[in-house]
């Protein structure tokens, strides 16, 4: 079933990174927006959409088409008033479910579930009782979980998970395909890799997965840089850091990886295109993946970086060489700091796109290449805001 025209489009997390992407891109193309949305206690849930709006400086006139309702997934009936409710029950034709929690930790199991699974299915209760009858589930790649070689555009059982996250999220699609198909509600599952700024401009809204390895390298450069011009250097003698005669700074870090090894990325303008090429003319409902054709490979990551924040000693190593040579104290903190990202920048799983690909190619939507010139606009994105401390001027950023 394909969809033309302008509809009415419930929507959750529209306050998150991807939700609010589609957000802004639906109410662009003339749909009304209903935006579920959360109260926190240091802002209204209008005040956090109207922070996020005018990051998107959002006109008015597309503005008028959006309507916020207060509630939380978490909750009965989603905690929406009587008329909210009713604008639900009697008003949606699609829905668009972005809401997630991300947390990767074990200690947080009970919450993640909360959200990535027993929320989607009281939201799926309100939306048998509704005249909604297509599900737009945005889930991840990364249910493959531990999965080797070729992953299928499918709803195929992994043999394990390297997190909660991964684990509910492909639970939250077993169940949405259950519901939906009791209910008549046609189901279509996304699943992008992972997703970094525009390709363009590098404006982003997170700073995790690829940015955050990134981001400790350049705490260290930061703390070192200071050590040695403001102090007496002893903290980065200690860690075989010094300043080359260039003006370079020198940081003994060796990443574990193998040539085979790298990372899915795709920005984010290029998943809100593949979306609604996808959501408008998809002959069927299904899974759609949508990935780089080509993994990045933690080397070239490695000479972007050096070049983009003039570093030097950074450099791949085979996990063979760890084996002879134990990890210095510098290694030692860096893999401390990023081990719940490791198993996404060290992949060797393959995602079969072929539907989405095609479906794509006739769209002339191709997915582009995470080039130094991209990767010169997200970083330096990243430090105009101070990596999201500055994204929202005069305001705490906490989207």
Known sequence: ??????????????????????????????????????????????????????????????????????????????????????????????????????????RKRDQVER????????????????????LHLISTAYVAGRSSGLCPEDFHQPPGFYNVYEKTKFEAELLARRRCNDSGIDLR?????????????????????????????????KLYTTDLREKNGRKARA????????????????????DEHGINLIPVDHFVRAFMAIREAAPRDGVFHIVN?????????KDYTRQFFKLSGIRIASPDEFKVQKRNGLEELFEKHIKVYSPYLQDTRIFGYA?????????????PEFSYDVYAACMGYALDVDWGRRLFPGAESHV
């Open 239 to 258: 860690m075989g850091v010094h300043f080359l005669t260039d003006g370079r700074l020198h940081l003994p870090l060796r990443l574990s990886s193998r």
């Open 115 to 134: 959200t990535n699974v027993r929320g989607l299915s009281g939201l799926l209760d309100l939306l048998q009782e509704s005249p909604c009858r297509m």
């Open 293 to 301: 054709p080509k993994n990045t490979s933690l080397e070239r990551i």
């Open 1 to 106: 079933m394909s969809v033309s025209g302008p509809r009415t489009v419930l929507l959750t997390g529209g306050t998150g990174f991807l939700g609010s992407h589609l957000a802004v891109r639906l109410l662009a193309d003339g749909h009304r927006v209903l935006l579920l949305v959360r109260d926190r206690k240091e802002e209204t849930a209008a005040q956090r959409v109207k922070r996020l709006l005018d990051w998107f400086q959002l006109s008015p006139e597309r503005r008028r088409r959006l309507e916020i309702l207060t509630g939380s997934l978490n909750r009965p009936r989603l905690g929406l008033s009587d008329q909210d409710l009713q604008s639900v029950l009697h008003g949606v034709e699609e829905t668009v479910h972005c809401a997630s929690d991300t947390s990767f930790a074990a």
């Open 189 to 221: 599952v996304y699943r992008p890799s992972i997703v970094y700024g525009d390709a363009g401009t590098g404006r982003t809204l997170i700073f995790n997965a690829l940015y955050y390895p990134i981001r400790t390298v350049h705490y260290f450069q």
């Open 355 to 367: 539907g989405t690909s095609a479906l794509l190619a006739e769209r002339g939507i191709v997915c």
